[in-house]
């Protein structure tokens, strides 16, 4: 029974072939990221080469001891199988758990590159680590734009491995007929494996930038939710009604008359609503009770009528003073010196 079990378990070249068809039928797929068919196609995809990741280290088929040349023709594509593994966790679908989708994909795309660097299968420089990350990014917080020359040299990168990367599709495209027909001979099919491991190399490097990037965003907008959540937690004061502030009552029936759809109030109800809700701040202002403010109140009403009484009696003796001058002419009863 032990020997019919381990035959029935697929080999090694089962499900890494089974695993890249999967991965190239998703990315050619017409139907939505997000559709039943695709998504299957994913979750059986990463399956499948979980479980040859598991028999590659059983078996110890790479060691970092040896060099890229020790290593056999037909093995070199099983060090694809961490970048396919990347691959395939990007296209997972799913906004709640999107953040622990990138950072396991950062993971396979970084053993991936981590195990080429080791090999030396192309000369490029291996990106940041998370701790290395977030070291970088905390120092450089402070900035508060990116070095021109950083940039430019970034975008230099990006072309370079761009036009690389189409000249090694071009170049596989070319080899690929005779390589899976079989009739490619040993150096040619060395050659063919080599030229993919190269490729994946700059598509990790591309992963891991986006995926820093993405990160980074949903961090920020996580944060943002969290402050915004806090801030709302808070009791808010309720907004003020607009109004008109007048001297005293009549003052206030005369311009709410004009603004109907604005509320009036008099200073002493101002003054009051304010005390009453603690709105009115306690240093340079003295308290009063109710009554004092009645007073205050009173008094300056009487002294705006004895003003306007002030105004009526001025007014009244000059008339009188006018009307006097009328029929008096200057000079009048001083006829001592004529004759």
């Keep these: 029974m032990a020997a019919e079990d381990e035959l029935q378990l697929p080999r090694l070249p089962e499900l890494f072939e089974t695993g890249k068809q999967l991965l190239d039928e998703v990315e050619v797929a017409t139907e939505p990221a997000g559709s039943r068919i695709v998504q299957e196609k994913v979750f059986k ?67 991936y590159l981590t195990q080429c660097h080791c090999y030396h299968v192309a000369e490029f420089e291996l990106p ?23 940039m430019a040299s970034q975008r230099q990168a990006k072309i370079k491995r761009y036009k690389q990367k189409k000249e090694l599709e071009h170049r596989l495209s070319a080899m690929k007929s005779a390589v899976e027909s079989g009739q490619a001979d040993d150096e040619r099919v060395r050659e063919y494996y080599h030229l993919h491991l190269q490729r994946w190399i700059d598509i990790s490097l591309e992963e891991i930038e986006s995926i820093d990037q993405e990160i980074k965003i949903l961090r920020e907008r996580d944060s ?15 907004p003020v009604k607009p109004f008109i502030l007048t001297r005293n009552t009549a003052q206030a029936k005369v311009f709410g008359a004009g603004y109907p759809s604005l509320a009036t109030m008099t200073v002493s109800d101002w003054y009051e609503q304010h005390r ?52 008096h002419p200057r000079g009048y009863g001083n006829r001592q010196n004529m004759g």
């Design 276 to 327: 009453k809700y603690g709105a009115l701040p306690d240093q340079g202002i003295a308290k009063a009770t109710p009554e004092e403010f009645r007073k205050a109140a009173q008094q300056q009403e009487e002294q705006e009528e004895k003003e306007e009484d002030d105004d009526e009696q001025t007014l009244h003796r000059a008339r009188e003073w006018d009307d006097w001058k009328d029929t």
């Design 224 to 238: 943002s939710r969290e402050a915004s959540t806090s801030n709302s937690s808070r009791q808010e004061r309720s």
């Design 128 to 150: 940041k680590t998370k701790n290395n990350s977030a070291e970088n990014h905390t120092a450089n917080s402070s900035m508060a734009y990116p070095s021109l020359v950083a």
């Design 45 to 111: 995809g990463l399956d499948l080469l979980e479980k040859a990741a598991e028999m590659l280290s059983q078996l110890d088929l790479f060691s970092r001891n040896e060099d890229l040349e020790e290593i056999a023709s037909t093995d070199l594509k099983y060090l694809l199988v961490p970048a396919f593994q990347g691959a395939l966790t990007m296209k997972q679908v799913n906004p709640s758990k999107r953040l622990d989708h990138l950072q396991r994909a950062r993971e396979h795309f970084m053993n």
